[in-house]
């Protein structure tokens, strides 16, 4: 099972990390990092498995694959976001993660924007 997989590189770098941190807080931070990418590439697999149920969901249902594209495009940003921002306050950046936080949410909005427009054209559609 994939969850005993990361649990284990997660406990691991945990115990690893805090026998290192106060003589090496830079090591500490990349073993961080890298237990972050391990975790990214045991889990590759079953998110390739997700994206392609949805695909298959609009396929069948005739959803435009626009609208599937954008949804992955935001789901995307919403992770990559929240691992910096994690990853940033583990370092103790706390203003950067902010900063990245909020990127995320903007650039959520923008690519976001070809539904609202057709949500909206279907809204007063209707008046």
Known sequence: MDII???????????????????????????????????????????????YVLYELSRESGVNSAYLAIVIKVIGIAYISEFAVQLSNDAGETSIAGKIELAGKILIMAVSAPIIVSLTDIVLGLF
């Not at 284990?8 to 807080?25: E, M, N, Q, R, Y």
């Open 5 to 51: 997989k990361v649990s284990a590189v997660g406990i691991t770098a945990v115990f690893l990390s805090a026998a290192i941190k106060k003589d090496s807080p830079h090591f500490s931070l990349l073993l961080g990092l890298a237990a972050g990418i391990i975790i990214i590439f045991i889990i590759a697999e079953p998110i390739k498995d997700v994206f």
